[in-house]
C-alpha cells in the first residue's frame, strides 16, 4: 500500500506559477499509474492531469492545456504539477492519487485510482 504526501502549495497571484509535488513511500511508486485532481468550495472533485509509470503517457484535461505539465521522478518517488498562468478560479484543494494498474480510458475517473494524498491548498488571487 503506498502513502502519497503533498507539498508546494501556497498563496500565488493569477498569472503566477507554482509545482506541486507528491511524495510516494510504503510501494513501489514505479508500477503506479498517478493523477492529479482538484476540489474548489463547494464544487465537485475534478481531474486535472494523470501520467503512467514511465511517464510515456501524459493526460490533461482541456482547461490547463498548454498551462500545466505533469511529470514524475520515479527515482525520488515523486510526482510534480507544474502549473503556470493560473487563474483565481483554479483556487482548490489539489490531490494526487494513485491506481495499481494503467487506466487507459479511465484516467479521469476517481473512483479507478486507488489510493489518495490528504491535499494541498492552491489559492490564487486576483
Known amino acids: 500500500q503506498v502513502q502519497l504526501v503533498e507539498s508546494g502549495g501556497g498563496l500565488v497571484q493569477a498569472g503566477g506559477s507554482l509545482r506541486l509535488s507528491c511524495a510516494a513511500s510504503g510501494g513501489t511508486f514505479s508500477t503506479y499509474f498517478m493523477g492529479w485532481f482538484r476540489q474548489a468550495p463547494g464544487k465537485e472533485r475534478e481531474f486535472v492531469a494523470a501520467i503512467s509509470w514511465g511517464s510515456r503517457v501524459t493526460y490533461l484535461s482541456d482547461s490547463v492545456k498548454g498551462r500545466f505539465t505533469i511529470s514524475r521522478d520515479n527515482a525520488k518517488n515523486t510526482l510534480y504539477l507544474h502549473m503556470n498562468s493560473l487563474k483565481p478560479e483554479e483556487t482548490a484543494g489539489y490531490y494526487c492519487?494513485?491506481?495499481?494498474?494503467?487506466?487507459?480510458?479511465?484516467?479521469?475517473?476517481?473512483?479507478?485510482?486507488?489510493?489518495w494524498g490528504q491535499g494541498t491548498q492552491v489559492t490564487v488571487s486576483s
Open positions: 492519487a494513485a491506481a495499481s494498474r494503467f487506466l487507459g480510458s479511465d484516467y479521469d475517473r476517481q473512483d479507478a485510482y486507488d489510493y
